[in-house]
């Protein structure tokens, strides 16, 4: 693709619904995190004409998450999170799976099939999906990101805070989800990444569509296999299995998680943007690496929260390879 048809494939993206939201979202972000309190973000946001934008501050009398229960609110958070779904286990589960409103209670899904006619209460059908008054935890994922002051004054200093945004939010995402499914079985690693693949495929519950979540190592060596078909970073190996890169999070990680979406139901409760109210943090070299007390006052530094809400409604059984 020449860079000609790159700028305009980049012009017709951000044109699209998705790509408007997703910078309304990020907008929004940024006013939350630049300002002290909620009445500056409101007296910020409405100097930017766009419909979802005033919409958002109109819905948001009291406090900023009034504005993210609104339609405008959940539409621009849909859009960013369309924007960073092929990273994201939780968007490709929900995606692939049976996603279910939030203010449903009672749900009951049988199907079946018949070859001639059957007399009155004999056809058999299998429950697909069937819970009364969910009775699970909600999963709430958190992603922080602090930022020096200075930042926001930098040429280049939004693209700067949008890609740590994204990669923060795509790794408590992707640690909530992995943790939420708790119905496991493991077997070994074959000792390749294509071996390891067709193993968990193997002994998964039938679905549709599986989600693969990989060690970013795994990843890459299943992208050098895939004749081109997907990145480094994930994407589509055959029709019907999305690989995702993500962390190693801790020990003992499982070389990669092969996860029948299809047969999952998850209650998605949506995508809030809020100012953290820690006037410290812990911030660390490495995941893994001791972590020092750094104080947001002292280092002129501001920090926002996503959080993201869900609730697994029904879960099947996750493969874990190695």
Not at 6 to 12: G, K, V
Not at 154 to 168: K, N, Q
Not at 241 to 248: I, K, L, Q, Y
């Amino acid at each position: 693709m020449t860079p000609e048809q790159l700028i305009d494939l980049q012009a017709r993206q951000d044109r699209s619904a998705d790509g408007w939201a997703q910078r309304e979202f990020l907008r929004v972000a940024s006013a939350i995190g630049a300002y002290s309190n909620d009445e500056a973000v409101f007296k910020a946001l409405s100097d930017l004409p766009t419909n979802r934008i005033l919409g958002f501050v109109k819905a948001a009398t009291a406090s900023t998450t009034g504005g993210w229960d609104s339609a405008e609110g959940r539409e621009m958070a849909a859009g960013y999170l369309a924007s960073i779904a092929p990273g994201s286990v939780l968007d490709l589960v929900l995606a692939n799976g049976r996603s279910i409103p939030d203010k449903i209670q009672h749900v009951l899904l049988a199907s079946g099939g018949f070859a001639s006619n059957v007399s009155e209460g004999a056809p058999k059908l299998v429950s697909k999906l069937n819970f009364t008054n969910l009775d699970t935890d909600r999963v709430k994922a958190v992603a922080l990101t602090m930022y020096t002051a200075e930042l926001e004054r930098m040429i280049g200093g939004d693209a700067i805070f949008e890609a740590e945004l994204r990669t923060s939010v795509l790794r408590a995402m992707n640690l909530a989800i992995l943790q939420a499914l708790t119905q496991t079985t493991n077997i070994a690693s074959t000792g390749t990444a294509t071996g390891d693949l067709a193993a968990g495929l193997a002994i998964a519950p039938d679905s549709d569509v599986y989600v693969v979540a990989a060690k970013p190592s795994v990843t890459r060596e299943l992208a050098l296999a895939s004749d081109g078909r997907m990145s480094i970073n994930g994407g589509e190996f055959t029709p019907g299995v999305h690989v995702v890169a993500v962390e190693d999070f801790g020990t003992a990680v499982p070389e990669l998680r092969v996860i029948p979406a299809s047969r999952i139901a998850i209650v998605d409760y949506g995508l809030e943007v809020r100012r953290a109210s820690q006037t410290s943090l812990s911030v660390a070299d490495s995941p893994t690496s001791p972590a020092t007390q750094v104080s947001l006052f002292q280092t002129n530094s501001k920090a926002i929260a996503v959080e993201r809400m869900f609730r697994i409604a029904q879960g099947d059984t996750v493969v874990e390879v190695g």
